[in-house]
């Protein structure tokens, strides 16, 4: 089994570049930041690295990201994807400054496929199957929203229709019971690296506890597999990480969401 420091090794110098956003509509370089659009007027400010930037620098950086949003007027929300082993002094009070609110931390995690490509018994009457007409992906969507305690809308499903549209690699993996979809998650496999991300993992909370999370998880470790990708990475809340854990994937850092709306 690879290690921690080997896995963030490779998370950082495959991931943290234009790989890390496959359907950004554009993006702009400001000093270290990549500054990335989305369809639907969200922005996302990523980076390998701050460069060394002490306080004072990334005190002027944050501002200048920010006006670059809000000189669009497409752009309704941008989000700060922060990880706790950059070097970044004085991060957290100059977004807090210029208007970000700070999210619930995630784990990044980092594992090898094949670790999670293992067999898991359903319930009785629980099938998975990957979702790519319009119709299952907007009720797939909405019990999502609804899993996560958010209203639904459309906005979710819109965003994963036009990425079915342009074929990027995404796939929509779901779990039905008596006609109805009861989890769902994605599967993202990164071009010219080794990575597949598992991402939007959510189960109906009648469902919970009774293994679809992580036959969801294998099935998506099983195509990752079969497109060649040998390790998987995901941003894991506190209520995912621990299958995670159990299913062989490592804790190797921390990410700090903040997020700025209009």
């Known amino acids: 089994m690879i290690d921690a420091a080997h896995l963030l090794a490779a998370y ?5 570049t234009d790989a890390e956003t496959p359907s950004a509509v554009s993006a702009t370089r400001l000093g270290p930041l990549r500054l990335v ?4 007027g ?15 620098a990334i005190r002027r950086l944050v501002p200048e990201a920010l006006a670059h949003y809000r000189a669009d007027p497409g752009i309704e929300r941008v989000k700060w994807k922060a990880r706790g082993h950059d070097h970044a002094p004085g991060l957290h ?6 208007g970000f609110v700070a999210g619930e931390p995630e784990s990044i995690m ?27 992906v907007r009720a797939m969507s909405a019990m999502v929203d609804e899993a996560f305690g958010d209203p639904v ?3 979710m499903a819109n965003a994963l229709l036009r990425r079915l549209a342009r074929a990027d690699g995404m796939e929509l993996w779901a779990a039905e019971a008596d006609g ?23 189960i109906r909370a009648d469902w919970r506890g009774r293994g679809i999370y992580r036959a969801l998880t294998a099935a998506r470790a099983r195509s990752a597999l079969a497109l060649g990708k040998t390790l ?10 621990p299958i995670l854990e159990r299913s062989g994937l490592l804790t190797v850092s921390t990410i700090a969401p903040y997020t700025w709306q209009r």
Do not use: H
Not at 37 to 40: E, K, L, V
Not at 182 to 187: H, T
Not at 188 to 196: D, L
């Open 93 to 98: 009070e100059a977004l807090l400054a210029n």
């Open 12 to 16: 950082d110098e495959q991931l943290r």
């Open 42 to 56: 969200s922005g996302f400010v990523t980076y390998r690295d701050l460069g060394g930037a002490d306080a004072d």
């Open 153 to 155: 809308s459309d906005g």
């Open 37 to 40: 659009t989305f369809a639907g």
């Open 232 to 241: 998987i990475n995901s941003d894991s809340t506190e209520d995912s990480r």
């Open 180 to 202: 109805r979809f009861v989890g769902a998650g994605r599967l993202e496999p990164v071009p010219g690296t080794a990575f597949a991300g598992i991402w939007g993992g959510a």
């Open 110 to 136: 980092v594992g090898e496929a094949r670790l999670l490509a293992v067999d898991v018994a359903l319930p009785a009457g629980v099938t998975l199957r990957r979702v790519t007409g319009e119709a299952d």
